[in-house]
């Protein structure tokens, strides 16, 4: 048999996959919430590249009291590097929405395009993949770590404690990982 060439799909997953297959379950509710979550984070994909755009060519937005407007004119009075990669090994690498270092001091702002509750977490381990990678010590390095979601921007200066204790699971875990690794291929 000669199947259909469908090339321009490999790669790619429709909604209604066989991988994700828990929806043959759903309801007609259950189904409209997932395709609504699933519509949100294409969308919060988009924004995230057209603020990227607006920060790389410096085009402020309005001044308004949206987390997107806020984030991206903040990056930009900030001169941050949009979508910049932290990388410490292949196991331990992200990719910051905003980031800037200047005179030892640190800016790591995320723009968060949902609803649901945003934590710091993300961004202290960003903080620590920094100084992982450009090999600071928290201690010398002032933080100041942002979300913005809705209305709200969070901000958080983190222990540098807490930032040296998250770099050292960062080590400890790739180091384990690598191991696991090794012993795989043996």
């Known amino acids: 048999m000669k199947f259909n060439d469908h ?30 979550k699933y519509l949100a984070t294409q969308r919060g994909t988009i924004l995230h590249e057209f603020a990227s755009q607006a920060i790389r060519l410096n085009i402020k937005l309005a001044n308004t009291k949206s987390a997107l407007n806020r984030y991206v004119n903040d990056a930009i009075g900030f001169r941050m590097q949009p979508e910049q990669v932290l990388f410490y090994s292949e196991n331990a690498f992200g990719t910051a929405d905003a980031i800037s270092f200047r005179k030892d001091f640190l800016r790591i702002h995320d723009l968060k395009t949902g609803v649901s ?47 040296l204790e998250v770099m050292e699971k960062i080590v400890h875990f790739d180091a384990r990982i690598q191991k696991l690794k090794l012993e795989q291929e043996a």
């Open 7 to 36: 090339s321009v799909l490999l790669g790619q997953h429709a909604f209604l996959s066989a991988s994700k297959y828990h929806w043959v379950n759903y309801t007609d509710s259950k189904i409209e919430e997932a395709y609504g």
């Open 117 to 163: 509750p945003v934590y710091m977490k993300q961004l202290e381990i960003y903080a620590a993949l920094f100084c992982l990678e450009y090999d600071r010590q928290p201690s010398s390095v002032e933080m100041e770590l942002r979300i913005y979601q809705l209305e709200e921007t969070m901000i958080h200066r983190p222990d540098p404690m807490l930032i």
